[in-house]
């Protein structure tokens, strides 16, 4: 059975760093053609794809947030994470990660608000 | 960036009849090697999306025959068949056929009459 749980820190200030964690089970990460994504979703509002990260350490990464995101693997223990800097008011949503290169499995969510 | 339009914005279905949302897309989704990489999702109240549809027709496990994809190249359909309680819910269509981005439809709202 494939889970896959999102942890972090679920409120922080603008311009501080996100850090998101996703907890899998079900599949490894090593495994040749997997891959693991993560997806956002503003209250209220529709998904967007922020980044994939597959089983030999391709990554990649929605433009319009390039260059804040970092995706990233830790196949031993089977997680995979998420950074995302300069973090904004705009940036509050639900924060989820799932498997496979159209998401197949996913996790329950981790809400994340900025404030000051 | 591929954009994904979705209509209708919402529907409102007596249980038991047919629904049918649209999704056309600014390029063409069939990819070199042959696929179309079109999916449909259902995402429930307070539940995460969970994938209904994918390649345009096939469906995924545990996902009943009322669902059924359509389409090629830039129009795709999802239709639900005999529409039960449990189908209520926001669905999206996404490609993953261009990337990046991978891009998601702005979702089409089903409700029950």
């Known amino acids: 059975q494939v889970t896959l749980k999102e942890s972090g820190p679920g409120i922080l200030q603008p311009s501080q760093t996100l850090s998101l964690t996703c907890s899998f089970s079900?599949?490894?990460?090593?495994?040749?053609?997997?891959?693991v994504g993560w997806i956002r979703q503003s209250s209220g509002k529709g998904l967007e794809w922020l980044a994939n990260?597959?089983?030999?350490?391709?990554?990649y990464y929605n433009p319009s947030l390039k260059n804040r995101l970092t995706i990233s693997k830790d196949t031993s223990n089977n997680q995979a994470f998420l950074k995302i800097t300069n973090m904004d008011t705009a940036d509050t949503a639900t924060y989820y990660c799932?498997?496979?290169?159209?998401?197949?499995?996913w996790g329950q969510g981790v809400m994340v608000t900025v404030s000051s | 960036d591929v954009v994904l339009t979705q209509t209708p914005v919402s529907l409102s279905v007596t249980l038991g009849d047919q629904a049918s949302i649209s999704c056309r897309s600014s390029?063409?989704?069939?990819?070199?090697?042959?696929?179309?990489?079109l999916e449909w999702y259902l995402q429930k109240p307070g539940q995460s999306p969970q994938l209904l549809i994918y390649?345009?027709?096939n469906r995924f496990s545990g996902v009943p025959d009322r669902f059924i994809g359509s389409g090629s190249g830039t129009d795709f359909t999802l239709k639900i068949s005999r529409v039960e309680p449990e189908d209520l819910g926001v669905y999206y269509c996404?490609?993953?056929?261009?990337?990046?981005?991978?891009?998601f439809g702005s979702g089409t709202k089903l409700e029950i009459k």
């Open positions: 390029q063409s989704l069939e990819y070199s090697d042959g696929y179309t990489y």
């Open positions: 390649e345009v027709s």
């Open positions: 799932a498997r496979g290169y159209y998401p197949a499995a």
């Open positions: 990260i597959w089983w030999n350490d391709d990554k």
């Open positions: 996404f490609q993953a056929t261009h990337d990046p981005p991978l891009t």
């Open positions: 079900g599949f490894s990460l090593s495994t040749y053609g997997m891959c």
